[in-house]
C-alpha cells in the first residue's frame, strides 16, 4: 500500500509546454504539500492545503496552480514551462497543518524541460 | 527570513564509526527543527526531530542535540552501517508557516 503516491515519476517537455503532476495520499491526512528540489538537491516548499484550502504559498511563478479536488489528492499544473523548472517536486501529506506534523512524502517526479 | 546553513555537504565515515551533520539557523524565533534522511530516488523521510524546548533527543543510534543560544543544531549518528548513506537534511520552522531547508549532506558509509 503506497502511503503518497504521485504519477508520472518521470516527464520530459518541452519549453513553452503545459503540464500536470498528480498526487493522492491515503493515509486520510488533512494537508498536502508540493516542494520542488532543484539540481543540487536544495529543496524548498512551494506550496500546502489543508482541507482543500491553501495555507501556504511561497514565493512560486504564478505559472503554476495547485489544485485539491478533495482531502485526499492535489495536483500541481505548470503552464509555459521553462528550462529552470526542471527539478524533482516532490507531494507530501500530513495530519493537519502544523509545518510540526510529521510530513510523508511522495517518490517524486522528475521533471526535465527541453 | 530564515536562513539554514547545514555543514558539511558530503561525509564519508567508516562502517562503525560515527557521523556528525551540524545546521545553523539565524532566526531565533524557530522552534522545531526536523532531520530528514533521503535514499538514493526516494522522498525525504523523517528520522528524528526536536523542539525548541528540550536541548537532546535520542532514539537508538542517532540523536540530536540543540544549542538555542548559538542557535544550532546536530544529528548524530552512531555504530554507522551502510545502509545510513544518503542525503541528510536539517530544516527550521518557525511560527508553523515557515520552514526552511539546509543544502543538504551526502553521507556515505563504507563497508
Known amino acids: 500500500d503506497t502511503a503518497v503516491s504521485q504519477t508520472p515519476k518521470y516527464l520530459v517537455t518541452q519549453m513553452g509546454n503545459d503540464k500536470s503532476i498528480k498526487c493522492e495520499q491515503n493515509l486520510g491526512h488533512d494537508t498536502m504539500y508540493w516542494y520542488k528540489q532543484d539540481s543540487k538537491k536544495f529543496l524548498k516548499i512551494m506550496f500546502s492545503?489543508?482541507?482543500?484550502?491553501?495555507?501556504i504559498n511561497e514565493t512560486v511563478p504564478n505559472r503554476f496552480s495547485p489544485k485539491s479536488p478533495d482531502k485526499a489528492h492535489l495536483n500541481l499544473h505548470i503552464n509555459s514551462l521553462e528550462l529552470g523548472d526542471s527539478a524533482v517536486y516532490f507531494c507530501a501529506s500530513s495530519q493537519d497543518a502544523r509545518l510540526q506534523s510529521e510530513q510523508y512524502f511522495g517518490p517524486g517526479t522528475r521533471l526535465t524541460v527541453t | 527570513g530564515e536562513n539554514v546553513e547545514q555543514h558539511p555537504s558530503t561525509l564519508s565515515v567508516q562502517e562503525g564509526d560515527s557521523a556528525v551533520i551540524k545546521c545553523t539557523y539565524s532566526?531565533?524565533?524557530?522552534?522545531?527543527f526536523p532531520w530528514y534522511k533521503q535514499e538514493l530516488g526516494k522522498g525525504p523521510q523523517l528520522i528524528i526531530d526536536i523542539r525548541s524546548n528540550v536541548g537532546e533527543k535520542k532514539d537508538q543510534r542517532i540523536a540530536v542535540t540543540l544549542n538555542k543560544t548559538a542557535k544550532h543544531f546536530s544529528l548524530h549518528i552512531t555504530e554507522t552501517q551502510p545502509e545510513d548513506s544518503a542525503v541528510y537534511f536539517c530544516a527550521a520552522i518557525k511560527n508553523n508557516n515557515d520552514m526552511r531547508f539546509g543544502a543538504g549532506t551526502r553521507l556515505t558509509v563504507k563497508p
Open positions: 532566526d531565533s524565533a524557530s522552534n522545531y
Open positions: 492545503y489543508n482541507n482543500k484550502e491553501l495555507i
